[in-house]
């Protein structure tokens, strides 16, 4: 037999780690209910001119693509907002604005695998479409707040800018769109030379140079450059006046730091106006990220409609809590394994095992027949808290043996009084 692995960049998630994950995506759904966001559940399985409209070709060529048996040229999605962008545009056309969907599960990119990046990942995503208010992209940054706050993440740190400015400053200097997305493509990878290198005209080069330069943690101070900074270029000057107002929405009602940095750029492509990521000091690597897009819904054949979102990448938030040793497993319930004596007890076993199991109680049924003291070991090798031993002798007393596996302490304790012990 092959001695089969999973596929590179695909994970298993056990125990704690897969315990980790449900507990993440918990809070994500509890923080999607308090903004009032809806669930949606949509298929992996996407059509590639769906996902690659206005993913970007940083994604576009990092897709799992095939063709299905009829034909079909189809694609794992890469993340989840052209599904939910496709949903606005067709089933839920018709809903009142502003729509507020909440997405969790799996996405797919041929990324090279390393620790924080993976090509099967999970993400929590959320996405609000119809409204172009200020804020509408506070309450995006506001849940993301939400979020790390209530997963007990300590030190998180907002990361912001906004393409709008960027692309209003090229636009104005006449520079195509498609120049525009390959130099926002670099500048996300910060290869800033590079990015400069394909635009001819050097006054519009030295106005992006000044332009990346201006970044600090004091984000008024930037707003403020920025004012300055984009004088002549009136979109530009609407773009940073929207910004700024967003900032003084969020900064009202967050603790966490903001870093405004001008020339910042994210890799999808369809963004259009405020864009952001989430950061801890001890991790280069975002915990999560967002922004503006009011194209999108309009390019899939839709009336014109804004919309902002942002999705929170699960792996790394696991990585995040494990990095500041976040506490999150404070084992309330104590877990108990039933075994019978002899075979012909295994009636009464289970019914006992099902009382414990009405009342509340984790419970460990003995499936494999074995005998007491192997029942037992194997019991204390994977942390069973107690064992209830179900014997003949006691059973006709109404009673069974309870044994603290840790302090290897027994008592006979009546059927009437096991529940009470636990729930004690
Ligand atoms: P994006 O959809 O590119 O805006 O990414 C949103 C978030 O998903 C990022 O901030 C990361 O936390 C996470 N993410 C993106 N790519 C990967 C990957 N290859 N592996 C794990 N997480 C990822």
Redesign the pocket.
Known sequence: MPDFQPVRGMRDLLGEEAQTFTYITDKARETASLYGFKEVITPHVEHLDLLSAKTGDE?RQRMFVFKDLGERQVALRP?FTASIARLATTTLKKDPKPLRLFSVGTVY?Y?EPQR????E?W?SNFELIGSSKPEADAEIILLSNNQMKLLGLKDYAFKIGHIGIIRSILSQEGIDEKTQNAVLQLMDKKEYDAALQLIASEKCRKMLTGLIEIRSNDWQDVAKQLQDYTAGYEKAKDAVEKLSEVLELVAENTNAPIKLEAGFA???EYYTGIIF?IYIPQLE??????GRYDRLIEIFGGEPTPAVGC???I??VAIALQTQKANLFSKADKNVAVIPIAENLKFEALKIAQTLRNAGIPVEFEVMGRKMGKALEDADKRKVDFAIIVGERELKEGAVVLKDLTSREQSTVPLGKLVEKFKN
């Open positions: 994604i993340e990119r990324d924080g990046r993976y090509r990942f993400q994210r890799g999808l990521e690597i975002a915990l999560g990220g967002g999705a929170h990448g792996d790394r």
